[in-house]
């Protein structure tokens, strides 16, 4: 570059340095400058001496660029930096029930995935998905699944390390409704609603020993949660104690 070859003027010097200062401050200006002056072949000591700073700020601060870049020019106290990248805000997925379907809300805008109730392979395959990506609990996903939380963690760990065909219920019982029938199916809903209604919720478990003892059926605990499940009664479980108990204060 042939420097002599610029024109200087004083006044229009003094305007656009006026302007800059108002705009980022004196202390950025002032980086601009030197590194600006070091660039176009400037040594360090000339460059100190011109702008009045210290020959060990100039150092410090071409170092700086040269490893942050142009963040260099704040002041690194500040919290905040209109030159480094903001960083991305937390996304926490969560789970909504909307039926007849499961929608796992990913935090971003309006986006979500949408899976059948009735669908409890995929259900089963995503949420442990989730889960082992560290986007869903163990509690959330045990509670949709209705499993425990032991079993879940189980299946997570199955799934990781041998794929869908080792977390899917293999028994043949309990892909059928020979068992189940109509009749069951309304004592099944019948002592659901009671458990909710006397204990607030319920469990596989819970559910076993009440149509056992109130109507002598003995029912595997995780053959009732199937059912639970693909009767859409899973979906309710929350939301079903708030509602009777309004009809309980209700005159």
Avoid: W
């Amino acid at each position: 570059m042939n420097f002599n070859a610029l024109k200087f003027q004083q006044k229009l010097s003094d305007n656009r340095l006026e302007q800059a200062k108002n705009l980022f401050g004196d202390k950025i200006v002032l980086k601009i400058l030197a590194f600006a002056l070091f660039l176009l072949g400037a040594t360090r000591s000339s460059i100190a001496s011109f702008l009045n700073m210290p020959s060990g700020s100039i150092r410090s601060l071409i170092r700086s660029l040269n490893y942050m870049g142009l963040a260099a020019l704040e002041d690194q106290r500040s919290s905040r930096s209109s030159f480094k990248a903001s960083l991305p805000p937390d996304i926490t997925p969560y789970i909504e029930i909307s039926e007849p379907f499961l929608d796992i809300n990913l935090g971003i805008g309006n986006r979500r995935i949408r899976i059948p109730q009735d669908n409890l392979k995929q259900k089963r395959v995503v949420l442990l998905t989730l889960l082992n990506s560290d986007l869903l609990t163990r509690s959330q996903v045990a509670d949709v699944l209705n499993l425990s939380t032991d079993r879940t963690g189980k299946l997570a760990v199955r799934l990781d390390k041998q794929d869908v065909s080792a977390i899917l219920d293999q028994r043949q019982g309990q892909q059928k409704d020979y068992l189940f029938t109509p009749e069951i199916k309304a004592e099944l809903i019948q002592q659901f609603i009671i458990d909710i209604f006397t204990q607030g919720s319920t469990s596989g478990e819970q559910l076993s020993k009440g149509l056992q003892k109130r109507c002598n059926l003995k029912l595997a605990p995780r053959s009732i949660l199937y059912h639970i499940s693909r009767l859409g009664l899973s979906g309710i479980k929350t939301s079903l104690p708030a509602h009777l108990d309004r009809l309980k204060k209700t005159p």
